[in-house]
C-alpha cells in the first residue's frame, strides 16, 4: 500500500503566510475612513480628493455686490449690539480739507448711544455723547435741532464750563463732520451705502464692482467699488467714487473712501472713514454713555 503524501513544510509556511496577510488586509480596509475608494471597471483607482468648504459670502459678494452689503447689514444688526473702535476720519468742509482725526469711539444699538473721544486734532469738543431720545429739546424752533448731545469742551474751555449741549444736526454739527452722530455705525453706515446704490441702480446709473482682496489694519479683506453720477454738494449723491473695503471675518466696512472724481488723488478726496481695533460685544453699559462718568 503506497504511503501517504504529505504537505511538505514550504506548502505549509506559504498557506499560513497569505492568511495572515489577507487578514493584515482585512483589518486595515475595516479601520480605513478617511478617504473614499471608487473603483470601477477598466478605471484607474483615484482617492476621493479633499473636500474644501466655499464661503457663500464670499461667492455673493463676488457676484453681487449689493446683495452682499444687504446680507451683512442683517447679519451685523441681529448679531451685534455694542462695540468699541477707533476711527481714524478726514473730511472736506465748508472750512476746506479738516486734519486727520482720531477718535475713540464706543457704540450700543439699542438704545442708540454714541460716545466719542477725540484722541488727536480734536475739533469744537474734545468728547460727545448722544443716546436717542435722552436730551430733547422742545423749544427749538427747526424740528431737526431739537436732539441734543452732550459736549465736553477743550482743556482750556473746561475751566469755566464742564459740558454744553448742541443738536446733533444743528449748525456747529454741519460745520464739524460730513456725517451726523445719528448716521455713526457700521450699520447706518451700510444703510447709506445701500440707500445710493438703490437710487442709482432705480435710475440705471449705479456702477458697483468688485475689486479683489486686499489688507487693512493687519486684516483681510474685500475691496468693493461704487460709481455714481456726482454732480457737487447740491446733486443726488454724496459722492462720484467710493472704495469700500469689508473685513472678511466681521463682515462690515472697515474703511470707507469717498472722491469727487474717478482720479481718486488726495486733492479729490471728500471723506476717510477708518475703524481700527474693533472689539465686538465688550458688554457697554448706561455708565459708558453717563456724561458725569467723564466729570462732564
Same mark, same amino acid.
Given at each position: 500500500?503506497?504511503?501517504?503524501?504529505?504537505?511538505?513544510? *514550504?506548502?505549509? $509556511?506559504?498557506?499560513?503566510?497569505?492568511?495572515?496577510?489577507?487578514?493584515?488586509?482585512y483589518?486595515?480596509?475595516?479601520?480605513?475612513?478617511?478617504n473614499?475608494?471608487?473603483? #470601477?471597471?477598466?478605471?484607474?483607482?483615484?482617492?476621493?480628493?479633499?473636500?474644501?468648504? +466655499?464661503?457663500?459670502?464670499?461667492?455673493?459678494?463676488?457676484?453681487?455686490?449689493?446683495?452682499?452689503?444687504?446680507?451683512?447689514?442683517? #447679519?451685523?444688526?441681529?448679531? +451685534?449690539?455694542d462695540?468699541?473702535?477707533?476711527?481714524?476720519?478726514?473730511?472736506?468742509?465748508?472750512?476746506?480739507?479738516?486734519?486727520?482725526?482720531?477718535?475713540?469711539?464706543?457704540?450700543?444699538a439699542? /438704545?442708540?448711544?454714541v460716545?466719542? @473721544?477725540?484722541?488727536? *486734532?480734536?475739533? $469744537?469738543?474734545e468728547?460727545?455723547?448722544? +443716546?436717542?431720545?435722552?436730551?430733547?429739546?422742545?423749544?427749538?424752533?427747526?424740528?431737526?435741532? &431739537?436732539?441734543?448731545?452732550?459736549?465736553q /469742551?477743550?482743556?482750556?474751555?473746561?475751566?469755566?464750563?464742564?459740558?454744553?449741549?448742541? /443738536?446733533?444736526?444743528?449748525?456747529?454739527?454741519?460745520?464739524?463732520? #460730513?456725517?451726523?452722530?445719528?448716521?455713526?455705525?457700521?450699520?447706518?453706515?451700510?444703510?447709506?451705502?445701500?440707500?445710493?446704490?438703490?437710487?442709482?441702480?432705480?435710475?440705471?446709473?449705479?456702477?458697483?464692482?468688485?475689486?479683489?482682496?486686499?489688507?487693512?489694519?493687519?486684516?483681510?479683506?474685500?475691496?468693493? #467699488? &461704487?460709481?455714481?453720477?456726482?454732480?457737487?454738494?447740491?446733486? $443726488?449723491?454724496?459722492?462720484?467714487?467710493?472704495?469700500?473695503?469689508?473685513?472678511?471675518?466681521?463682515?462690515?466696512?472697515?474703511?470707507?473712501?469717498?472722491?469727487? @472724481?474717478?482720479d481718486?488723488?488726495?486733492?479729490?478726496? $471728500?471723506?476717510?472713514?477708518?475703524?481700527? *481695533?474693533?472689539?465686538? @460685544?465688550?458688554?457697554?453699559?448706561?455708565?459708558d454713555?453717563? /456724561?458725569?462718568?467723564?466729570?462732564?
Amino acid at each position: 500500500m503506497p504511503a501517504e503524501s504529505r504537505p511538505s513544510p *514550504n506548502l505549509k $509556511l506559504t498557506f499560513v503566510f497569505g492568511l495572515a496577510l489577507a487578514g493584515m488586509l482585512y483589518a486595515e480596509f475595516q479601520r480605513s475612513d478617511v478617504n473614499e475608494v471608487i473603483v #470601477r471597471p477598466h478605471s484607474p483607482v483615484v482617492l476621493a480628493a479633499e473636500r474644501t468648504e +466655499v464661503d457663500p459670502f464670499e461667492k455673493l459678494i463676488r457676484n453681487d455686490p449689493l446683495e452682499a452689503l444687504k446680507a451683512a447689514r442683517s #447679519r451685523h444688526e441681529r448679531e +451685534v449690539r455694542d462695540y468699541q473702535c477707533v476711527m481714524v476720519k478726514q473730511e472736506l468742509l465748508p472750512s476746506g480739507m479738516s486734519e486727520e482725526q482720531e477718535i475713540d469711539v464706543k457704540f450700543r444699538a439699542e /438704545p442708540y448711544s454714541v460716545m466719542m @473721544h477725540w484722541l488727536r *486734532n480734536p475739533g $469744537l469738543a474734545e468728547r460727545v455723547i448722544y +443716546v436717542k431720545g435722552r436730551w430733547i429739546d422742545e423749544d427749538a424752533d427747526n424740528v431737526e435741532e &431739537r436732539e441734543q448731545a452732550v459736549a465736553q /469742551p477743550g482743556k482750556i474751555a473746561q475751566l469755566f464750563v464742564k459740558s454744553v449741549k448742541q /443738536p446733533i444736526r444743528g449748525r456747529m454739527a454741519k460745520k464739524s463732520s #460730513r456725517r451726523f452722530l445719528d448716521e455713526f455705525g457700521f450699520k447706518r453706515a451700510m444703510d447709506l451705502l445701500i440707500r445710493y446704490c438703490e437710487i442709482a441702480r432705480d435710475r440705471g446709473e449705479l456702477k458697483l464692482e468688485f475689486l479683489g482682496e486686499s489688507h487693512f489694519d493687519g486684516r483681510p479683506v474685500w475691496v468693493v #467699488r &461704487r460709481t455714481l453720477p456726482y454732480n457737487g454738494e447740491n446733486g $443726488l449723491y454724496p459722492d462720484r467714487v467710493a472704495e469700500i473695503l469689508i473685513d472678511k471675518e466681521l463682515r462690515v466696512p472697515v474703511a470707507v473712501y469717498c472722491y469727487s @472724481h474717478t482720479d481718486r488723488r488726495p486733492e479729490n478726496l $471728500l471723506g476717510k472713514y477708518e475703524y481700527r *481695533n474693533i472689539r465686538l @460685544h465688550t458688554g457697554l453699559s448706561d455708565r459708558d454713555f453717563e /456724561p458725569t462718568t467723564y466729570g462732564m
